[in-house]
């Protein structure tokens, strides 16, 4: 039986399928590398949002016109969860679909009698790899529909991370990209208290482990001790992905942020007493009721340019959510106001680009296409800017000093620097 996996959505969905493949392949299971090669598909899923959902049908309709002579489609994932009955009545032909929790039974149906051992992975990335510390949301924000989708926020068992680092490390791992819905609520309810310390500093005792990246965190559970470890502790990136969705406080109530202006001014402040921190942050323009005042003042906030990474995401009405119950801003305004923070958001990167080059940084070389692409602790990988480097026989997951020598597009250009150029920061 060979098998391949299409994996659609964010990264603790391909944590989800690397753990599926992982299972699969102790299982004696080949897994292919492509859809055309292969006795089945598995498709796992995102819905959070209508794009995504489009997305996902379009890759059944994909996968279901491959999957011909005795094939076979197995759908799995948050889409399941979200429009399960719906997707089952559009697409008959699937084989199988599997909601989140049923993922052990879909491992099962194509590995019957294999133990099922969800700890070992198929990594998919070089160098740099996620690690899911916990799933689900207790936030319920109002326009989100993870919550509905994942259940509420669990944190996984801190023995059990530390193992799945260190067999991650062994295998060659340098950096452990800490991931969840809201990282900074890490062991509250397990532990009954936040645990995000400990468990940073037991994994940054692990041997071979140089890097810790936290995203995902949120201005409502972070607090000083946090911020404080970040600074202290030299494995940790300074680096912080900080989703604040927006900053005006009539707009967060309405969201169900748990936190106002004032707080989210206070958390940036404190973050940005870390040397050379760098924050990543994702916003939300044209909520229902928003007002251009309140566009103004999230804009304003933005271009004083604390954040270095923006997400941008127009509001979208997503059945089920409570704002989708709210007055609704006519779709121009709501498309408007997402050129103008794209806009903000290309200038930001422009600008910050600008000050690195000359600069020369710890950079992790995490792929090869035609000339290799890095990462420094100041850009996450697979979101933020790539450090491009085109000389050089560089090694996959290796870290070398690279000099920026210019700003190309969105991404940096730079060159390994020898010991007598190391002059630069
Ligand atoms: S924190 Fe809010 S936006 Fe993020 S997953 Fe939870 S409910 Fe959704």
Sequence with gaps: ??????????????????????????????????????????????????????????????????????????????????????????????????????????????????????????PTTHGFTYLKISDGCSNSCSYCTIPSIKGPHRSFDMNDLVAEANELADSGFTELILIGQDTTRYGADVYGKPMLIPLLNRLSGIPGVEWLRLMYAHPRTIDESVIEEVARNPKICKY?????????????????????????????????HIADIALRTTIIVGYPTETDDEFSELMELLSQGCFDWLGVFPYYREPGTRAAQLPQLPEEVISDRYEKALALQQELLKQKNKERCGKTYRTLIHARDHQFVGHAEFCAPEIDSRILVDQGNLVLGRIYDIQITEAVGTDLRGKETNEDEKGGN
Aim: aromatic share 4%.
């Design 240 to 272: 912080m992905d900080l989703p604040i969705q927006h900053v005006n406080s009539r707009i967060l109530k309405s969201m169900n942020r748990g936190v106002d202006r004032h707080r989210i001014i206070e958390v940036v402040k404190e973050l940005k």
């Design 1 to 122: 039986m060979k098998i391949n996996m299409v994996s659609l959505g964010c990264p603790k969905n391909l944590v989800d399928s690397e753990k599926i493949l992982g299972a699969l392949g102790a299982a004696g299971i080949e897994i292919s590398d492509s859809v055309e090669d292969c006795d089945a598909v598995i498709l796992n899923t995102c819905a959070f949002i209508s794009p995504a959902t489009d997305e996902t049908e379009s890759e059944i309709e994909n996968c279901l016109g491959l999957v011909t002579n005795g094939r076979r489609l197995f759908v799995v994932g948050c889409a399941v969860n979200r429009y399960g009955d719906e997707l089952k009545r559009r697409y008959p032909n699937v084989t199988g679909w599997y909601r989140l929790e049923e993922i052990p039974a879909l491992i099962k149906k194509l590995a019957p009698g294999a133990a099922l051992n969800l700890r070992t992975r198929l």
